[in-house]
Every structure is written in structure tokens, then in C-alpha cells.
């Protein structure tokens, strides 16, 4: 096999990035269109929402959903820079010169792996970041519930509010055991109807079982007058076990990076922290989905004696096949979050079987 000259290899890579850049472009517009169009529907009613922050919020959301839609903006990206080899003749006189199928798509997969790699390194943590203050924004400004609860390395933190007066719960540690949640260091602030401090509680440690906090070791505390000790104290919360269990912070929220160190957490709490888990190893998964995007694409577009109509079909089948992987990924991810599937079969599974189906194709196409 010859090697190809590096002045190609680069003629070929340009090809494929300008068209990447410039779809990307356009697909990222049509998101900020669609998702500020959706918003200011949900804020219709609200005087209070000004229409620039709509369009923040709006922004803050539009990375987290690029990366959603990368592996088909790939695969439009290689069709479309294939389309313009073939119809430009350019792809025949490198198939002429001996130039093989493997030689003219690696700089494509070379450089779908890097994107990959800088999406997951660089441009993820910047997506959770801003998805994360775009979820604060939503709470606070369009859901407007009255009642929020986190969890995270910071321990339990949770606000509810009953007859106007509110009550803020923080305990540093949680730990689950089956029904049963197992709270340390529990401090309760309660608050009258101009939210401010009426008292607060400290306990030792305490359960939540039953729509009621079980508290043990209370010190009730009240200002003008002396602390009070209590063996024990329950308190009524519309909080239950479930509600606890779906509250972590969104996998979506917590970067590439943070993900392992947060699960360590939840499962040393006696949680699973399935979604974080699967939405990590597809973080994982993303260099080798884009390339599989390219082989994908070479199925259909690697020809060179096409008439308009059959380009055409071509490209409606592309973006058919297209759409069938976005369900067919989306089908496995959700069997992964009711554990119908194994962990790794549900996250790995869209990668293999399209870098399969492309491998297989080319294969026969080139050697067979």
C-alpha cells in the first residue's frame, strides 16, 4: 500500500472540517432558534421575564444540545465533503493513482477521534457548566417550585415551604439502607411568612422514613430564649424516599472530569448512580461514535459515477440511516436506565454496531 503524501492527507482533512464547521454553524442557529422559540412559550404570562434573558437561557442550554447531535453532524459533514470529491471528478483520479479507501478517509477519522477527544476533554465541561446554571435559571424563573432538594458532596440540602413559612434542612452525610434514609449532623432552619429565622434544630443524626424526619440528640433552638434538649423530635416533610433517590445532580450537569469522583460518592452512599454511570461511559464512547459517523457516511457517498437523482437518494437515505442511529442510541441509553441491559451493552452498543456495519461494508466494497 502506498503512502499517501501529506499535502493530500491535508487537502482531505480540510475538506471534511470546513464542512463540519460550517454545518455545525447551522445546526447551532436552528437549536437557538427552536429552544428560545420553546421558551418564550413557557414564559408566556410573566411579565417579570425579559426577553434577553430568555435568549441567556437559551444559550446556556445550546452546547449540551450540540453535543447531543455531534455524531449526526459528523456523518452530514464526511457525506456532504465526499459529495464534493465525487462531483468535482477529484475522487477518481485518487482511485486511479492507487490511492485506497483506507488511505483518502483517514484524515477524516483522524479527525473526528480529535474532536471527539476535545469534546470530551475541553468542550464538555464547559456544556455542564452552563447546562447547570441553565437548570438553576429554569427552577427559579419558569418551574418556580416551591419545594428543591440536592444532593451532592456537600451532603443533603433541601428547602420546602408550608402555610408560608419555610424550613431549610442540611445534614453533611446520607447514607441509604433499603427504605431507610440515614442522615448525620442534621441542622433545621425555620423560617416565618418574611422568611426570617423563627429557630432552628441541631441533631446528631436522624431518619427519614415515612413522610417524617425521626431526629435523635436534638438541641431546639429559638431566639430570646435557652436551647432546649430533646432525646428524640419528628418532623412532618412532603419529602419522600423516591424524590431522594432521583435528586443527585443531573449527569448532564457534572462534567467528564467530575462524573467518577461523584459516583464514587453516591455509591459509597448506597446509591447506584446508574445514570451517571451510563451517561459516563457514553461521554467515554464519543471519539469512537464520530469516527464510526465516517465510515457510516462512506457508505453512502463513496461513488463516483452518480447522476443528480441518485445523489439524492443517497443523501435521503444517509440521513434516514441517520435518524434511525439517533432512535436506535436513544432506545439502548433508556434500557440502560431501567437496567434491561447491561451497563456496557447500552452505552457501547450504537458505536459497535455502526463501526461494524461501515467496517463490514467498506471491506467488501475495497477487498471483496
Known sequence: MNRVAPTLSLYLGQHFILSFLGLLAVISGLILLFDTIELMRRAVGDENLAFSTVIGMALLKMPHTVQAVLPFTVMIAMMFALFRLSRSHELVVMRSAGVSVWQFLAPALV???LLGVVNLTAVDPLAATMYESYQRMDQSLLRKN???LNI???????REERDNRGIVVHSATVRQDGGTLHLTDVSIFRTDT???LEGRYNA?????????????????????????F???????TALTFEQVESSFAPPETL???ELPEFIRFSRS???SALPHRLYWHSLLATPFLLCAMVLVASVFFLTSNARLAGWTARGIAGVATGFLFYFFSRFTYALGLSATLPLGLAAWAPTAVAGLLGLAYLFHREDG
Open 111 to 113: 479527525l473526528a477521534g
Open 146 to 148: 416551591a419545594a428543591s
Open 152 to 158: 451532592g458532596k456537600a451532603g443533603l440540602w433541601l
Open 194 to 196: 418574611s422568611e426570617k
Open 204 to 228: 446528631e443524626g436522624g431518619q427519614l422514613v415515612g413522610g417524617q424526619f425521626h431526629l435523635q440528640n436534638v438541641w431546639d433552638m429559638e431566639p430570646g430564649r435557652p436551647s432546649v
Open 230 to 236: 430533646r432525646d428524640s423530635l419528628d418532623l412532618p
Open 255 to 257: 462534567s467528564f472530569w
Open 269 to 271: 452512599s448506597g446509591f
